[in-house]
C-alpha cells in the first residue's frame, strides 16, 4: 500500500482539483466520512468540540462539526484565529455552520485561553482539525498552549489527518504533539503516521477514501509503502503438493562462536519454521558439538573456507553472521562469501561488522543487510542519534550506492531495495528489543528467499511476519517476558494468520 509525503499529497490534491473535481467536494467528503467514524466511535450523549485552525485542515473539522449537527449531536466550534485568515473553503463551510446557527466561537491569537480550558473542560470528546499535514516548523503560540491543554485534559481526541504538532514527513514532534485516540487520513496515509516517536501519537489510523479517481493517481511514482496482511498473503511462497527437501529452498548458515553458540541455530529453527526444506550450519570446530545438540532438526559441519567453498554449490540462500565473531579469519570468510557466492545472501551481525564496503559494492548478488542501529552507525559513520533522527534518508541512501536490500531493524523498521523504495514495516512491538530476535529475522528472510521469493520481497515480508510473531507472543507472554524462542513459537500462528487474511 502506498504511503505519501505532505508534499506528494498536497500534489495528489492539487492535481485532483484541476482536472475538474471541485475542492470543495473533497472537503465535504472528508468531513462527512469523519463525522461517520466519530458517530460509530461516540453516542450523542457525549458533547464534540471541534478545534478548527485556518487551513483546510480547519475546513475538513468544520464539515466535520455541521454533519455532526445535523445528526443532533451537541457540537461546539472553536476556531483558532481571526475570520479574515480563513481559506476560501473553511470560510465557505463556516458560513454554512453559521447558518445552522451553531455555536462557534473564535480564538484570535492574542487572546486570553483561560475560556478555552474551560470549554475543554465541558467538553467529552475533543476533534482536533488545527494545522494538518502542512507543518514543518516547530509549533508557535497558541498552538503550542491549546496543545498542551488538549494533552493535559485527559478527554477523547480525534485527529483529522494528523495530529498536530507530527510532522507528516519524518515523524517528528515539532515541540508538542496531540496524543490522538484515534487519527483519520484522506485518502493515503502519511509517512510521518508510522515513523517514531510521531507513530506513538497517532492512535487508531483510518484512512478515508476521499473518491480520487484511480486513473489520476499514478502508483509508480511513489517510493513509500506499508504491507497490508492482504498483500502479505499474496506474497507467501506457494507449497507445492508434490515438493521436497529441495523444492522448498535449503539454507547454509555460517555462524557461531564462543559465547554466542546459540545465535546460528536460532536462525536455523527460525528458517525450518518459515518453511524451509533442509537447514546445514558451518559453524567453528570448538563450539561446533554446543551448536549441533540444540537442534535435531538441523545438520551441520565445521567452518572452513574451503567447506564453505564446497558446501555452496548444494544450497539456495547463505545467512551470514549470526554469532559469528570479529577477526581476520571472519573478514576473510565474508570477503570470500561476497566474492564468490552466486546465490543470494542474508547478511546480519558479525557479517556486517566484518563487511568490506568496496568488496560489497562490487559484489553481483542479491543481498540483504539486516543491521541494527548500532551496527548501521558504524558501517556508515555517523553518529546513532543521526542514523535515527534521519532512517529513511540514510537506508536509502546506503541501498542505492551500493546496490543491496537493507533492513534497519528497530521499532518501525525500514526495508529498503537498491532503487530506493522503501517500505516501513508496521508489526511488531518493545519486546522483540531481545538478544537472539534478529537471528530470528535472519531466519526467516533467508528462508522465504530460499522458496524462490524475490530477495526484496523476502526482506519485506520477513520482517513483517517477524513482527506479527511478535505481536502474537505479546498477547500471550507481554512485552516483558518474551524472549526469541517465543518469536519462533509464533512463526506459525503468524502465517496462519495472514493465510486467514485477518483483519489487522
Avoid at 482536533?128 to 507543518?135: A, F, Q, T, V, Y
Wanted: hydrophobic share 40%.
Amino acid at each position: 500500500m502506498i504511503v505519501l509525503s505532505p508534499d506528494e499529497m498536497a500534489s495528489l490534491d492539487k492535481k485532483v482539483i484541476n482536472r475538474g473535481f471541485p475542492s470543495l467536494l473533497l472537503m465535504e467528503t472528508a468531513g462527512r466520512r469523519t463525522a461517520e467514524i466519530i458517530k460509530r466511535k461516540y453516542s450523542r450523549e457525549q458533547k464534540i468540540l471541534i478545534l478548527s485552525g485556518p487551513g483546510n485542515n480547519g475546513g475538513d473539522g468544520l464539515v466535520v462539526g455541521r454533519i455532526l449537527d445535523i445528526w443532533d449531536y451537541d457540537v461546539k466550534i472553536i476556531v483558532v484565529g481571526k475570520l479574515d485568515k480563513l481559506n476560501d473553503d473553511p470560510r465557505k463551510n463556516l458560513k454554512i455552520c453559521q447558518l445552522r446557527s451553531m455555536k462557534i466561537e473564535f480564538l484570535p491569537a492574542d487572546i486570553d485561553l483561560s475560556d478555552l480550558k474551560n470549554n475543554i473542560l465541558e467538553y467529552d470528546v475533543m476533534v482536533d482539525s488545527l494545522l494538518g499535514n502542512g507543518l514543518t516548523g516547530q509549533l508557535r503560540e497558541p498552538y503550542l498552549q491549546i496543545v498542551k491543554m488538549i494533552n493535559s485534559s485527559g478527554k477523547n481526541v480525534l485527529s483529522v489527518d494528523i495530529p498536530t504538532g507530527v510532522n507528516g514527513s519524518n515523524g517528528k514532534i515539532m515541540g508538542e504533539a496531540v496524543r490522538a485516540e484515534t487519527t483519520v487520513t484522506m485518502a493515503y496515509s502519511k509517512v510521518g503516521q508510522f515513523i517514531y516517536p510521531g507513530r506513538e501519537y497517532i492512535g487508531e489510523l483510518i484512512v478515508i477514501d476521499l473518491g480520487f479517481p484511480k486513473n489520476l493517481v499514478n502508483f509508480n511514482m511513489y517510493n513509500h509503502y506499508t504491507l497490508t496482511s492482504n498483500e502479505a498473503k499474496r506474497l507467501l511462497p506457494k507449497r507445492e503438493v508434490t515438493g521436497h527437501k529441495g523444492t522448498f529452498g535449503k539454507i547454509l548458515i555460517l555462524g557461531g562462536s564462543l559465547g554466542y553458540e546459540g545465535a546460528p541455530v536460532l536462525t536455523g529453527k527460525s528458517a525450518l519454521k518459515m518453511g524451509s526444506g533442509l537447514v546445514k550450519i558451518l559453524t567453528p570446530v570448538d563450539v561446533y558439538q554446543t551448536v549441533s545438540c540444540y537442534c535435531e532438526e538441523i545438520t551441520g559441519d565445521y567452518l572452513t573456507i574451503e567447506k564453505f567453498e564446497e558446501a555452496v554449490k548444494d544450497f539456495n540462500v547463505v545467512a551470514l553472521g549470526p554469532g559469528l565473531g570479529v577477526g581476520d579469519f571472519q573478514k576473510k570468510l565474508v570477503n570470500t562469501v561476497l566474492k564468490k557466492a552466486s546465490i543470494p545472501l542474508v547478511i546480519d551481525a558479525d557479517g556486517i561488522n566484518n563487511l568490506d564496503l568496496e568488496i560489497l559494492k562490487e559484489a553481483d548478488n542479491q543481498i540483504v543487510l539486516t543491521p541494527h542501529p548500532g551496527e548501521f552507525s558504524n558501517l556508515i559513520d555517523e553518529p546513532i542519534p543521526d542514523v535515527l533522527a534521519n532512517r529513511i534518508k540514510y537506508v536509502r541512501d546506503f541501498a542505492t550506492q551500493y546496490g543491496v536490500n537493507i533492513v534497519l531493524k528497530g521499532a518501525s523498521s525500514i526495508i529498503s531495495d537498491r532503487e530506493g523504495n522503501v517500505y516501513i514495516n508496521t508489526t511488531g512491538n518493545n519486546g522483540l528489543a531481545t538478544a537472539g530476535s534478529g537471528d530470528v529475522l535472519t531466519g526467516i528472510i533467508s528462508s522465504l528467499s530460499g522458496q524462490k521469493l524475490n530477495i526484496y520481497k523476502s526482506a519485506v515480508l520477513g520482517t513483517y511476519i517477524h513482527g506479527l510473531a511478535g505481536d502474537l507472543a505479546e498477547q500471550k507472554l507481554g512485552s516483558y517476558s518474551m524472549i526469541a524462542k517465543d518469536i519462533i513459537e509464533n512463526i506459525a500462528p503468524a502465517i496462519s494468520k495472514i493465510l486467514r487474511r485477518c483483519k489487522e
